[in-house]
């Protein structure tokens, strides 16, 4: 697999931002330095006091102190206020185009990757970018300036200070660096330990009905017992050598600190220093900790937004391998069906269909029928183009599949499925899936009624508005209805039932089937089946065995054939799985 | 009103869950308090340092001082690595013992577990993590503040001794902020509140439309998928953009105080310091404890955080308990973190006619259960079963089958309704009909992630393991995979098939020889065939003996039924 560069992407979502970027670090470099200033006043008005200046140029000094710490302060904030703005900017830019580049994946790459994992992808990965693109590079850059100007203007003041501050802070990052990464395996079974605590967590209180019926709680307990010894284990000794490595630097700057101290009086004495210099020096070797500390944070960041950056990259560089036609219009009302000598391949995998020639009038009724894995469902998707044929072409109402555009594609052809799916959203937000569908209240409420939903719609408390969350509100059958009326609500000219009733019970079934029977008036069908019963309606009907149509007539005739795998299976009242 | 009262709820709460391990909190108090008034003496040292500099005077020499300085900031770090392994150890304890005491409540109290969870179980498990962290939250930071507010007042003591009009100036900028922070506080809160609704309702919704992909795509949906998307990023920007400044603001006043002191004290110590009076020592120690005063508003700002944010995080918890009684979930519980729990004594599972007394079962009555719930429930049902009998539930969607059992479990709450165990009424279904009286078989089975032969025996002794393997249909699918019954299952191990999912589930109440066998619909995962195997082979085993109650819509097992109880809305057609 070939990785595109990760600082590609940075630099390519920053470069709107460079002018504002340059004018932020401007600022920054100057918010950074004026710290430096402080502990240089305090010496010069130690020493001025010494000398016997007047009072007045000892208030000024004090003057100019506060002035800078309140300036130093006001400008951070002006920076941290401008690159949050950037931060979210950005961000968003990234986040929609990454959305909207997952949204064109085909369904197989949705098959590997689960929402979570986009939510991850989406949110999670382009969070960390752009905090540390904002956020941490610049307090990067910041800390960098701060450790300079105090490094510099001591080795103005004395050479030999300078030198033993440098050495605390390179001694100090060395030991951080070195100790933290042997710290890492630590943190990494500590979070191994917790990630293994939490999903056993999850998965108990998931099933606490089947915990509480087999009498297992107390082993459940049991169980969150061992995790948390485990955890206390791995926490004490991720914190032994992840705070070790903390604490040898905190020695370092300790030691370093006393030792220019001791420096200071020894040169004070000697005469080469006076005393407000000594006070800078120490308060000097004070102020290193904490920037060293901050860079230390931001370099973790640092990975962690390479590893996003890195997800992002490669989904954006993902091609899906549907892409929209040149746009042939596909015809108005009901569509021909046209398979010609179509074969179809997963990938390199073995063959699913095989030279399937299929040609259906327009208003045809079609029951497909045949084991699991005889390449039913597979028939269907390329219907609706999920995939493109590896041999022949699909056409519809004429037009060959690859010719359209997806979205007239999809607008003409629909397919109900027994895989539900639902928004947490409004009724009408289901129906119109956020408005894609146009669609008034009226026609929507008609919708509704013509597959037997009315009298749940006149239940619900704020009707279409009524906000659809988890199974409370709708029950498994009721949701395979409201997938008929959203698939209806778009006026397709063809609709693919994929064992659509599946979750629907007999009496149910029996119940809606007028309705869905009158939906279907006027549209061409297929039916991929389940249950003999729902191919009721079909005009014709097709066995599929290994991915070959065996058999292919009217149903009537098919029916009345002793000779024919659907009529044996119908007198034997099999499966339709067990055709064939 | 109502506020104050909570807090001191979230207080008290967190006082309770700081009794169940003292001794473990002293220690940490001790070595926290002690790290934080380190600075104390170093300022005291730096004085003396500052002062003697040129001359030694009558005390100890200022090398000597420089020695003791040198040591205790070198020794702070060090007993700091003690202080920080022995929290992290009391710190798990924290997490521990609401969670041992929230899943006692759930996986083996009394009454139904229907509802029990608020929302979902990812939704329960954030309560397990990240609202007893806001708990332990609390105490820890009692632990800071304790430190940060002794070191401050011994500066302040220390300060004003030398010069109280200096020690009221660099005092005043705290004050200052403190009460700033106070007045800001609301509306932080409020913002970040709104900030995190903001990021839920985007990740919410790139959960679901990916979740619904299908449906995106065939409808042509993904152009105003986009455009919401766009649109709550927009006002998730805006929230955000608010909270991370307003947050900025107040951290950068707080630091601020620091320098604000020190500028201050220049101002007024000039005249003191020329005339000598206000010597560099006195500067020296001032600068030093300035420092320590200006992390208080900082810690002062955290512990009022943390107390408002663990209210919602009590109430949160106590929402997984049946009677929101808060103290109930940080009860003494042993919680073996040092040593760990052992190994799990395995129950025992007796021969069925070894049975005797109350175990055995003879019949189970039920008469007028009643379950109400809008658009649907169950209505005045009554149902006999005896020893060896065999009951087929059926009926359309919605009609109530499911309800039906898991009310007869106790697993839902019943509005109406008795059972009677061989004539003896049972007041507790949710304790009492579980094995080995009852074993139930859900619609839907969760089985855990961990070996195969665990996740079927769930903490019961295995004598029953291989019989139950066998009469799941079970026993040729584990003979085919490498590891056999050790293999783990799960997310993180082999994938199961819907079919084996729900024999293996069969096989989980199989090993427990239930009395009565309660099975919800078998039929979406196993074939005809293999559900008829089944049925036969438990007949076999039980001679006939085993009492059955099952829901289905497949006639096979109908006519095996010696009674069918047909459901239409909530009430039974015989």
Same mark, same amino acid.
């Given at each position: 697999?070939?990785?595109?560069?990760?600082?590609?992407?940075?630099?390519?979502?920053?470069?709107?931002?460079?002018?504002?970027?340059?004018?932020?670090?401007?600022?920054?470099?100057?918010?950074?330095?004026?710290?430096?200033?402080?502990?240089?006043?305090?010496?010069?008005?130690?020493?001025?006091?010494?000398?016997?200046?007047?009072?007045?140029?000892?208030?000024?000094? *004090?003057?100019?102190?506060?002035?800078?710490?309140?300036?130093?302060?006001?400008?951070?904030?002006?920076?941290?206020?401008?690159?949050?703005?950037?931060?979210?900017?950005?961000?968003?830019?990234?986040?929609?185009?990454?959305?909207?580049?997952?949204?064109?994946?085909?369904?197989?790459?949705? #098959?590997?990757?689960?929402?979570?994992?986009?939510?991850?992808?989406?949110?999670?990965?382009?969070?960390?970018?752009?905090?540390?693109?904002?956020?941490?590079?610049?307090?990067?850059?910041?800390? *960098?300036?701060?450790?300079?100007?105090?490094?510099?203007?001591?080795?103005?003041?004395?050479?030999?200070?300078?030198?033993?501050?440098?050495?605390?802070?390179?001694?100090?990052?060395?030991?951080?660096?070195?100790?933290?990464?042997?710290?890492?395996?630590?943190?990494?079974?500590?979070?191994?330990?917790?990630?293994?605590?939490?999903?056993?967590?999850?998965?108990?209180?998931?099933?606490?009905? &089947?915990?509480?019926?087999?009498?297992? #709680?107390?082993?459940?307990?049991?169980?969150?017992?061992?995790?948390?010894?485990?955890?206390?284990?791995?926490?004490?000794?991720?914190?032994?050598?992840?705070?070790?490595?903390?604490?040898? $630097?905190?020695?370092?700057?300790?030691?370093?600190?006393?030792?220019?101290?001791?420096?200071?009086?020894?040169?004070?004495?000697?005469?080469?220093?006076?005393?407000?210099?000594?006070?800078?020096?120490?308060?000097?070797?004070?102020?290193?900790? %904490?920037?060293?500390?901050?860079? *230390?944070? %931001?370099?973790?960041?640092? %990975?962690?937004? $390479?590893?996003? *950056?890195?997800?992002?990259?490669?989904?954006?560089?993902?091609?899906?391998?549907?892409?929209?036609?040149?746009?042939?219009?596909?015809?108005?009302?009901?569509?021909?069906?046209?398979?010609?000598?179509?074969?179809?391949?997963?990938?390199?995998?073995?063959?699913?269909?095989?030279?399937?020639?299929?040609?259906?009038?327009?208003?045809?009724?079609?029951?497909?029928?045949?084991?699991?894995?005889?390449?039913?469902?597979?028939?269907?998707?390329?219907?609706?183009?999920?995939?493109?044929?590896?041999?022949?072409?699909?056409?519809?109402?004429?037009?060959?599949?690859?010719?359209?555009?997806?979205?007239?594609?999809?607008?003409?052809?629909?397919?109900?499925?027994?895989?539900?799916?639902?928004?947490?959203?409004?009724?009408?937000?289901?129906?119109?899936?956020?408005?894609?569908?146009?669609?008034?209240?009226?026609?929507?409420?008609?919708?509704?009624?013509?597959?037997?939903?009315?009298?749940?719609?006149?239940?619900?408390?704020?009707?279409?508005?009524?906000?659809?969350?988890?199974?409370?509100?709708?029950?498994?059958?009721?949701? %395979?209805?409201?997938?008929?009326?959203?698939?209806?609500?778009? &006026?397709?000219?063809?609709?693919?039932?994929?064992?659509?009733?599946?979750?629907?019970?007999?009496?149910?079934?029996?119940?809606?089937?007028?309705?869905?029977?009158?939906?279907?008036? #006027?549209?061409?069908?297929?039916?991929?089946?389940?249950?003999?019963?729902?191919?009721?309606?079909?005009?014709?009907?097709?066995?599929? &065995?290994? #991915?070959?149509?065996?058999?292919?007539?009217?149903?009537?005739?098919?029916?009345?054939?002793?000779?024919?795998?659907?009529?044996?299976?119908?007198?034997?009242?099999?499966?339709?799985?067990?055709?064939? | 009103?109502?506020?104050?009262?909570?807090?001191?709820?979230?207080?008290?709460?967190?006082?309770?869950?700081?009794?169940?391990?003292?001794?473990? @909190?002293?220690?940490?108090?001790?070595?926290?308090?002690?790290?934080?008034?380190?600075?104390?003496?170093?300022?005291?040292?730096?004085?003396?340092?500052?002062?003697? /500099?040129?001359?030694?005077?009558?005390?100890?020499?200022?090398?000597?001082?420089?020695?003791?300085?040198?040591?205790?900031?070198?020794?702070?770090? /060090?007993?700091?690595?003690?202080?920080?392994?022995?929290?992290?150890?009391?710190?798990?304890?924290?997490?521990?013992?609401?969670?041992?005491?929230?899943?006692?409540?759930?996986?083996?109290?009394?009454?139904?577990?229907?509802?029990?969870?608020?929302?979902?179980?990812?939704?329960?498990?954030?309560?397990?993590?990240?609202?007893?962290?806001?708990?332990?939250?609390?105490?820890?930071?009692?632990?800071?503040?304790?430190?940060?507010?002794?070191?401050?007042?011994?500066?302040?003591?220390?300060?004003?001794?030398?010069?109280?009009?200096?020690?009221?100036?660099?005092?005043?900028?705290?004050?200052?902020?403190?009460?700033?922070?106070?007045?800001?506080?609301?509306?932080?809160?409020?913002?970040?509140?709104?900030?995190? +609704?903001?990021?839920?309702?985007?990740?919410?919704?790139?959960?679901?439309? @990916?979740?619904?992909?299908?449906?995106?795509?065939?409808?042509?949906?993904?152009?105003?998928?986009?455009?919401?998307?766009?649109?709550?990023?927009?006002?998730?920007?805006?929230?955000?953009?608010?909270?991370?400044?307003?947050?900025?603001?107040?951290?950068?006043?707080?630091?601020?105080?620091?320098?604000?002191? /020190?500028?201050?004290?220049?101002?007024?110590?000039?005249?003191?310091?020329?005339?000598?009076?206000?010597?560099?020592?006195?500067?020296?120690?001032?600068?030093?404890?300035?420092?320590?005063?200006?992390?208080?508003?900082?810690?002062?700002?955290?512990?009022?955080? @943390?107390?408002?944010?663990?209210?919602?995080?009590?109430?949160?918890?106590?929402?997984?308990?049946?009677?929101? +009684?808060?103290?109930?979930?940080?009860?003494?519980?042993?919680?073996?973190?040092?040593?760990?729990?052992?190994?799990?004594?395995?129950?025992?599972?007796?021969?069925?006619?070894?049975?005797?007394?109350?175990?055995?079962?003879?019949?189970?009555?039920?008469?007028?259960?009643?379950?109400?719930?809008?658009?649907?429930?169950? =209505?005045?049902?009554?149902?006999?079963?005896?020893?060896?009998?065999?009951?087929?539930?059926?009926?359309?969607?919605?009609?109530?089958?499911?309800?039906?059992?898991?009310?007869?479990?106790?697993?839902?709450?019943?509005? =109406?309704?008795?059972?009677?165990?061989?004539?003896?009424?049972?007041?507790?279904?949710?304790?009492?009909?579980?094995?080995?009286?009852?074993? @139930?078989?859900?619609?839907?089975?969760?089985?855990?992630?961990?070996?195969?032969?665990?996740? /079927?025996?769930?903490?019961?002794?295995?004598?029953?393991?291989?019989?139950?393997?066998?009469?799941?249909?079970?026993?040729?699918?584990?003979?085919?995979?490498?590891?056999?019954?050790?293999?783990?299952?799960?997310?993180?191990?082999?994938?199961?098939?819907?079919?084996?999912?729900?024999?293996?589930?069969?096989?989980? !109440?199989?090993?427990?020889?239930?009395?009565?066998?309660?099975?919800?619909?078998?039929?979406?995962?196993?074939?005809?065939?293999? =559900?008829?195997?089944?049925?036969?082979?438990?007949?076999?085993?039980?001679?006939?003996?085993?009492?059955?109650?099952?829901?289905?819509?497949?006639?096979?097992?109908?006519?095996?039924?010696?009674?069918?109880?047909?459901?239409?809305?909530?009430?039974? !057609?015989?």
């Amino acid at each position: 697999m070939t990785e595109p560069a990760q600082p590609h992407l940075l630099a390519a979502y920053l470069r709107p931002e460079r002018l504002r970027v340059a004018a932020l670090v401007a600022v920054l470099v100057v918010a950074m330095l004026l710290p430096v200033a402080g502990p240089v006043l305090i010496g010069r008005f130690v020493d001025s006091a010494a000398a016997g200046q007047p009072v007045s140029s000892l208030l000024a000094i *004090a003057g100019t102190f506060l002035a800078v710490a309140v300036g130093a302060d006001a400008l951070q904030l002006l920076v941290a206020w401008r690159s949050v703005r950037m931060a979210w900017r950005m961000g968003n830019r990234l986040r929609t185009d990454l959305a909207r580049h997952a949204l064109g994946l085909e369904l197989a790459w949705h #098959g590997e990757h689960s929402p979570g994992v986009l939510i991850e992808r989406i949110d999670g990965d382009i969070d960390a970018l752009t905090k540390f693109a904002s956020t941490a590079v610049l307090q990067l850059l910041g800390n *960098a300036v701060l450790l300079s100007g105090v490094f510099v203007v001591s080795l103005v003041i004395d050479w030999r200070a300078g030198l033993l501050i440098g050495a605390a802070t390179l001694v100090a990052a060395a030991l951080m660096v070195r100790l933290r990464t042997a710290a890492v395996p630590a943190h990494d079974d500590e979070r191994e330990v917790l990630g293994r605590l939490y999903g056993d967590l999850e998965e108990r209180l998931g099933g606490l009905e &089947d915990l509480r019926a087999n009498g297992a #709680g107390r082993y459940a307990l049991h169980r969150l017992h061992e995790h948390s010894a485990r955890w206390w284990r791995a926490a004490r000794r991720a914190s032994l050598k992840g705070d070790g490595a903390y604490v040898a $630097a905190g020695i370092a700057f300790s030691a370093g600190s006393a030792l220019t101290l001791a420096l200071g009086v020894y040169l004070f004495r000697g005469d080469q220093m006076s005393i407000g210099s000594v006070l800078v020096l120490f308060r000097f070797s004070q102020m290193i900790r %904490q920037p060293l500390e901050h860079i *230390a944070e %931001q370099m973790r960041e640092l %990975q962690k937004a $390479a590893a996003g *950056a890195r997800r992002a990259s490669r989904l954006l560089a993902t091609r899906p391998s549907i892409v929209d036609g040149p746009g042939t219009p596909i015809p108005e009302g009901p569509l021909t069906v046209d398979l010609d000598s179509v074969t179809f391949a997963y990938g390199d995998r073995r063959t699913v269909l095989a030279e399937i020639d299929l040609h259906l009038a327009a208003g045809t009724v079609l029951g497909v029928v045949g084991r699991t894995g005889s390449g039913k469902t597979t028939l269907g998707r390329l219907l609706l183009r999920f995939w493109d044929v590896t041999e022949g072409a699909v056409r519809v109402g004429g037009v060959d599949v690859r010719a359209a555009t997806i979205a007239e594609l999809r607008r003409r052809v629909g397919i109900v499925t027994q895989e539900v799916e639902l928004l947490r959203a409004s009724v009408r937000d289901n129906l119109t899936m956020l408005g894609a569908i146009p669609a008034d209240d009226r026609r929507l409420a008609e919708v509704l009624a013509a597959v037997d939903l009315d009298g749940w719609l006149a239940g619900l408390p704020d009707g279409l508005d009524t906000v659809l969350e988890g199974t409370d509100t709708l029950s498994a059958g009721e949701g %395979q209805l409201l997938a008929f009326a959203r698939v209806f609500l778009a &006026d397709p000219g063809l609709v693919v039932l994929d064992e659509a009733s599946s979750r629907l019970d007999p009496a149910t079934e029996a119940r809606i089937t007028a309705a869905v029977d009158r939906l279907l008036a #006027g549209r061409t069908v297929v039916v991929i089946a389940h249950r003999l019963a729902t191919l009721d309606r079909a005009d014709e009907i097709i066995v599929l &065995d290994h #991915g070959r149509v065996v058999e292919h007539g009217s149903r009537h005739d098919l029916a009345g054939d002793p000779d024919s795998r659907y009529g044996r299976a119908l007198r034997l009242g099999r499966r339709p799985e067990a055709v064939g | 009103m109502t506020a104050t009262a909570s807090r001191s709820s979230s207080v008290r709460v967190a006082w309770q869950l700081l009794r169940r391990e003292p001794v473990a @909190y002293a220690i940490s108090w001790i070595g926290w308090v002690l790290f934080w008034a380190v600075p104390i003496p170093v300022g005291l040292l730096l004085k003396a340092i500052l002062d003697n /500099i040129g001359a030694d005077g009558d005390g100890a020499s200022v090398w000597t001082l420089l020695v003791v300085l040198g040591a205790l900031e070198v020794g702070r770090w /060090i007993e700091l690595l003690f202080a920080a392994v022995q929290w992290h150890g009391v710190w798990v304890a924290w997490h521990t013992v609401p969670r041992l005491n929230l899943l006692r409540s759930l996986a083996s109290d009394p009454g139904p577990t229907a509802g029990r969870l608020p929302r979902s179980p990812g939704d329960a498990v954030s309560r397990f993590r990240d609202d007893c962290q806001d708990l332990a939250l609390v105490l820890d930071v009692w632990l800071d503040i304790s430190g940060a507010a002794v070191a401050a007042g011994l500066a302040v003591g220390i300060m004003a001794s030398i010069d109280l009009r200096v020690t009221v100036a660099v005092a005043l900028p705290v004050v200052a902020v403190l009460w700033l922070a106070h007045w800001l506080g609301p509306r932080l809160r409020a913002w970040r509140r709104a900030a995190r +609704e903001a990021t839920a309702a985007v990740t919410g919704f790139i959960g679901d439309t @990916y979740g619904a992909i299908t449906a995106v795509k065939t409808a042509g949906a993904e152009a105003a998928v986009e455009r919401r998307f766009t649109e709550l990023g927009a006002s998730r920007a805006r929230a955000a953009r608010r909270d991370e400044v307003g947050t900025q603001l107040v951290q950068t006043l707080s630091g601020a105080t620091g320098n604000l002191g /020190i500028g201050l004290a220049l101002l007024l110590v000039a005249p003191a310091i020329r005339r000598g009076d206000f010597t560099v020592g006195d500067l020296g120690l001032f600068t030093t404890y300035i420092v320590v005063l200006a992390s208080l508003p900082r810690w002062f700002g955290r512990v009022g955080a @943390y107390t408002r944010q663990a209210e919602v995080s009590v109430e949160r918890l106590a929402e997984l308990l049946p009677e929101p +009684e808060p103290d109930f979930f940080v009860a003494p519980v042993a919680t073996s973190l040092r040593r760990g729990p052992g190994p799990f004594p395995a129950v025992p599972v007796d021969r069925p006619d070894h049975r005797r007394g109350d175990t055995r079962l003879r019949r189970l009555d039920v008469r007028g259960l009643a379950v109400r719930f809008p658009g649907g429930g169950l =209505e005045g049902l009554d149902l006999t079963l005896e020893r060896g009998s065999f009951t087929a539930v059926t009926g359309p969607v919605g009609s109530g089958k499911s309800t039906l059992l898991r009310a007869l479990l106790g697993l839902v709450p019943v509005d =109406e309704g008795t059972r009677h165990w061989n004539g003896v009424r049972v007041d507790e279904p949710s304790t009492f009909l579980v094995p080995p009286r009852v074993a @139930y078989l859900p619609q839907v089975p969760r089985l855990f992630s961990e070996t195969l032969a665990d996740t /079927i025996l769930l903490g019961v002794d295995d004598a029953a393991l291989d019989e139950a393997l066998r009469l799941a249909c079970l026993e040729d699918d584990v003979a085919e995979m490498p590891e056999g019954l050790a293999t783990v299952v799960g997310p993180k191990g082999v994938r199961l098939s819907g079919g084996q999912v729900q024999r293996t589930a069969a096989a989980r !109440a199989f090993v427990r020889r239930p009395e009565l066998l309660v099975v919800d619909d078998l039929s979406s995962a196993l074939d005809v065939e293999t =559900e008829a195997v089944l049925w036969d082979r438990l007949f076999v085993a039980t001679s006939g003996d085993a009492t059955v109650l099952v829901v289905t819509h497949r006639q096979e097992v109908l006519d095996r039924a010696d009674r069918l109880i047909r459901l239409d809305h909530g009430s039974a !057609a015989l």
